[in-house]
């Protein structure tokens, strides 16, 4: 009997994943990608020596203890990566003079938040005392229980934690926050995770932090694109095909099954099983032309928030950042109009601890803005005005740095912005959203509840991966997203989903 056939749409790390646990699992599979390369918003890219990352900040499962690092070891994607772990993860820094730095030791952060503000003892041990607690938090493998048993399999991995989520899960940081009596840290403590929704759950910053106390988080040295092409690779070797620059425009659908997918040169693929790993709305609203949404997905798109649209500038400069904490969020002397969005702060990123991304005594720099889509789209529109847009607050943040950093305009040597055209140009992404939805409490409550369908009603042979239906924007969830869609496939077909891969190198 002849394997079933599957297409991929997006040749991003959901689908690169989906992929390679399909050629394992004796599905045949080609994945097609509209870009040129593969990791869709997994992604960094190459200006003049300097490599500008535009993911990974950190990583979830890099110590061999914890649950998540079987993913990196099915796929074999870590065997070979360094990890840098964060001492200080970002610093917000007052109109005051003071700084409240994020240690990823929790001790190390108490003993700084209690020289702050001795006057808020009580809510910092508190506050220390839960994130603790989430050192006992591992994220399942299978994301969305598909039968009873696994239901129970994510209740026995959420057990230690169960009453610490059910009492963080949905208060938002910036209502914790409210509690300081110190304005530093009332201010502070919610701009630790830019792009952060108003609603952003306590329970997301106690894991990221027990994770980085842990050494369980931590940045893969050679960045994004670095472990997107290790899965590319992983994938051919297992007989997989990618085809880029392959932008499909339809997928087909006959007697309420999806049979195949259409692309822009009209010609056509047919397969048994077909699997979107693109942009939710876009897979949607375009491919399958909104007729085979249940009404809770409607209400999805319609109402819930997605993630930021952004900005990124990043400089190559000819000057060594490399004892300044990793990430700065700085207070600006006047507020700046960055496109038409007005912002009193910006966050600088370096990436010294990696020596792959900038010449010695060199830093590759980054700043994220949020932005306006429309702004960017109409401005796209005419391409003379738009380079000058994107000149032009290229130098407004040179210019906003240079009053932190004197003698920095100088030594930039490389400039590049990124806007969210430019992502939803390469990526297909909805309104150049880099995060799929914005994570808040109620998306938080959903996904300890079941998480989104990967599936469609009236609609066989159709399964969706990725970041709109496992919320949180980060790569591992992409990548167990793709692990869980095949293995749900596999539970279809009434076989044992395999998870050991053939090594590396040794052929499919």
């Known amino acids: 009997m002849a394997n079933k056939k599957l297409l991929i749409i997006g040749a991003g790390m959901a689908g690169l994943s989906a992929g390679c646990y399909a050629q394992t699992n004796g599905f045949d599979s080609e994945i097609f990608e509209l870009h ?20 990974i900040r950190y990583l979830n499962g890099a110590s061999p203890s914890s649950l998540t690092h079987e993913l990196w070891r099915e796929l074999g994607l870590l065997q070979d990566a360094p990890i840098y772990y964060y001492d200080r993860f970002i610093r917000f820094e007052g109109r005051d003079g003071r ?10 952060l108490q003993e700084h938040m209690l020289e702050l503000s001795p006057q808020d003892e009580d809510v910092i041990h508190e506050f220390i005392e839960a994130a603790k607690q989430f050192r006992k938090m591992e994220m399942p493998l299978d994301l969305t229980p598909a039968t009873p048993l696994e239901a129970m399999e994510l209740g026995q991995t959420m057990l230690p934690i169960l009453w610490p989520a059910l009492r963080w899960r949905s208060v938002p940081v910036r209502e914790f926050a409210a509690r300081f009596k110190d304005p530093l840290l009332r201010e502070g403590l919610p701009e630790f995770f830019q792009f952060s929704p108003p609603d952003f759950p306590m329970m997301l910053l106690f894991s990221v932090l027990a994770m980085m106390h842990d050494r369980e988080a931590g940045y893969p040295i050679g ?13 051919r070797e297992l007989g997989g095909a990618i085809h ?10 006959e007697n309420d099954r999806a049979v195949g997918v259409e692309f822009e040169d009209g010609s056509e693929r047919r397969a048994d099983v077909i699997i979107s790993a693109a942009d939710g709305h876009s897979t949607l609203f375009n491919l399958l032309q909104g007729r085979t949404l249940s009404a809770a997905q409607r209400t999805y798109y319609r109402d819930l928030p997605v993630s930021k649209s952004i900005l990124q500038v990043s400089l190559g400069v000819a000057q060594d950042f490399s004892a ?22 910006l966050v600088l990123k370096h990436y010294c601890f990696d020596p792959t991304m900038a010449p010695p005594g060199h830093s590759a720099l980054s700043v994220w803005c949020e932005a306006d889509y429309n702004y960017w789209r109409s401005m796209r529109a005419h391409p003379k005005h738009y380079r000058a847009a994107k000149d032009l607050v290229a130098q407004q943040v040179i210019t906003a740095l240079e009053e932190r950093y004197p003698g920095l305009a100088e030594k930039v040597e490389v400039v590049d912005v990124a806007t969210p055209i430019t992502y939803e140009r390469y990526t297909g992404n909805w309104r150049g959203a880099f995060a799929g939805w914005a994570l808040g409490t109620r998306k938080m409550s959903m996904m300890m509840t079941g998480g989104m369908s990967k599936t469609l009603p009236d609609l066989d042979n159709f399964l969706m991966i990725g970041q709109w239906v496992e919320p949180g924007g980060n790569v591992e969830l992409a990548v167990a997203s793709g692990r869980d869609g095949i293995k749900d496939l596999c539970d279809q077909e009434d076989r044992d989903f395999c998870t050991q891969f053939p090594r590396a190198g040794a052929g499919a």
């Not at 700084?99 to 190390?108: E, G, K, V």
């Not at 990430?327 to 109009?337: D, G, H, K, M, S």
């Open 244 to 253: 880029y620059r392959s932008r499909v425009t339809r997928i087909l659908v």
């Open 324 to 345: 300044e904490t990793p990430a700065v969020n700085l207070p600006l002397p006047e507020p700046i109009y960055l496109g038409n969005v007005r912002h009193e702060r």
């Open 223 to 235: 960045g994004s694109q670095r472990l997107a092409d290790t899965l590319a690779e992983r994938y």
């Open 99 to 108: 700084a409240f730095t994020l240690y990823t030791d929790l001790d190390r």
């Open 36 to 55: 040129a390369i593969p990791g869709g918003l997994c992604t960094s890219w190459q200006r003049r020596g300097y490599t500008f990352d535009g993911s």
